[in-house]
């Protein structure tokens, strides 16, 4: 497939995605079966990684032609995926640790155009994962995809702001010391 002109493209993103064989069933329906898109997915499942699984960059970027039907297209320098292929949002799924913390991920699903089939699924961490940690579906939605995503992207200027203290001059966050005092 061939890419048109960067003019028509909002610029790129990389994101940290695992492929689908590195997140498994190990007790449930679909035991021994990948993670897959939101139509095959089943709440009670347990999922965990494979030994050794790490995420890979996916660069990305969105067209801005009405007329092109992907959400995003897989671009050059991409670690995973083939350029060209269509990128869509599928789900956000949510999962319970066996300690009760609740961990989110977006489900991406890679499409090549031309054959018209699934090339590969990806996970998206919103949340930092154990790799060696069971975890349970407890939910599926195909709501708010795209806030998710952008949740993910927006990173706060942090290390440039400076709070002002009651009783002190100024300070970059970056300079201030942890203290139990009150």
Known sequence: MKIAD?????????LPVYLSNAFFVTDGV?????????????????????EHAKQQHLTIAQPTSPANDAQFIIMQGSEVGKMGNHLHL????????????????????????????????????????N???????????????????????YVPSVYTQTLVLVSEPREPVTSLKVSLQT
């Open 30 to 50: 679909n035991v021994g079966e990948p993670i897959s898109n939101a139509d095959e997915l089943v709440l009670d499942d347990d999922y965990t990684f494979v």
């Open 6 to 14: 960067n003019n028509s493209w909002i610029p790129y993103q990389s």
């Open 90 to 129: 599928d789900c956000v799924i949510t999962l319970m640790g066996t300690d009760g913390c609740s961990f989110g991920a977006i489900i991406l699903v890679e499409v090549d155009p031309d054959e018209n089939v699934i090339d590969e699924i990806y996970l998206l961490a919103l949340t930092p994962f």
């Open 131 to 153: 790799p060696k940690g069971l975890y349970r579906l407890v939910g599926v939605t195909r709501k708010a995809i795209r806030t998710r995503l952008a949740e993910i992207a």
